[in-house]
């Protein structure tokens, strides 16, 4: 049998050369491979990110904030690109020793803070700012539970389905039905929560539904590996509702265009510094 569909492991794992989008920048060690500063800007926090289901996250969570009134969520955001190894530059490996978007540093105290994983930095900002956490223990504890629901759940969704339908240099039937079928199970698992309440956590919009809908928002409203027909996300009601919902969320708009390096110019902007940044491009595309 060939390659591709027959594989035997030999006794000890050596690296090679795998194929696929991000080959280039596949690695089985961690740590920097060149040195490089980050850039930081005029305010206290410094977002260093790329527009990915998980760096859009960050960059809706700032938004949001700043839509009620938060002054001091002003922040800077600094592209990332992970195609180039951006990711693997001394001084990002500082912020994240994991080499992966997004990361945050808070200079507003005289110690700098680092935070990543997309998961930490919206509880880390919830916490500090006070919104989008429910103060009350059962909602609190609900609104954490699809929290760390999506974090443990998206990498079937992202390295399992989405690399072995859009991304491997090769289309292997096998691994594609296996996280085909993981990717509806789990959306049948949000279909079914959602078809009794309006946000994850209940009435209350909160960072559990930033975090999932980034990715499976995203999903069902067509964004993510052109899947969509193939995974007939239809058929998840409830979901599509919820995921329209959050859409059309004035801050989700801007959240999405940070360091958005692909699609359309419209909905690109790097280097954000000020809110006045967003407010033609956003004001165009909620008239359109």
Do not use: C
């Amino acid at each position: 049998m060939s390659q591709e569909t027959d594989y035997t492991p030999p006794r000890v794992w050596e690296p090679k050369e795998s194929g696929g989008k991000f080959a280039s920048i596949n690695r089985p060690v961690a740590g920097p491979t060149h040195e490089k500063e980050l850039p930081v800007g005029k305010h206290p926090f410094q977002l260093y990110s790329l527009a990915t289901p998980n760096g859009v996250k960050a960059g809706i969570m700032f938004e949001e904030l700043l839509a009620l009134g938060h002054q001091g969520a002003e922040y800077d955001a600094w592209l990332i690109n992970i195609g180039e190894g951006d990711q693997f530059g001394s001084g990002f490996v500082e912020a994240n020793p994991n080499s992966k978007i997004p990361a945050l540093m808070d200079h507003s105290s005289d110690t700098p803070t680092r935070v990543f994983e997309s998961g930490s930095i919206l509880l880390y900002l919830a916490e500090k700012f006070g919104e989008f956490l429910p103060k009350e223990h059962v909602a609190r504890t609900e609104a954490l539970n699809w929290l760390f629901w999506q974090m443990g759940s998206a990498p079937f969704l992202g390295g399992g389905f989405g690399h072995f339908y859009s991304y491997a240099p090769v289309k292997l039937e096998y691994p594609i039905d296996r996280y085909a079928m993981e990717t509806k199970r789990q959306l049948d698992v949000l279909n079914r929560h959602l078809a009794e309440h309006r946000y994850l956590a209940g009435d209350a919009y909160s960072i559990a539904d930033i975090a999932t809908w980034a990715w499976y928002g995203q999903l069902v409203l067509g964004r993510l590996y052109d899947a969509a027909e193939f995974l007939q996300v239809q058929e998840y009601t409830h979901v599509v509702r919820w995921a329209e919902e959050i859409d059309a969320r004035p801050a989700v708009l801007r959240g999405r265009m940070v360091n958005r390096s692909f699609g359309e110019p419209e909905m690109q902007l790097h280097e954000r510094h000020d809110a006045s940044d967003f407010e033609t491009k956003t004001q165009d595309k909620l008239e359109s």
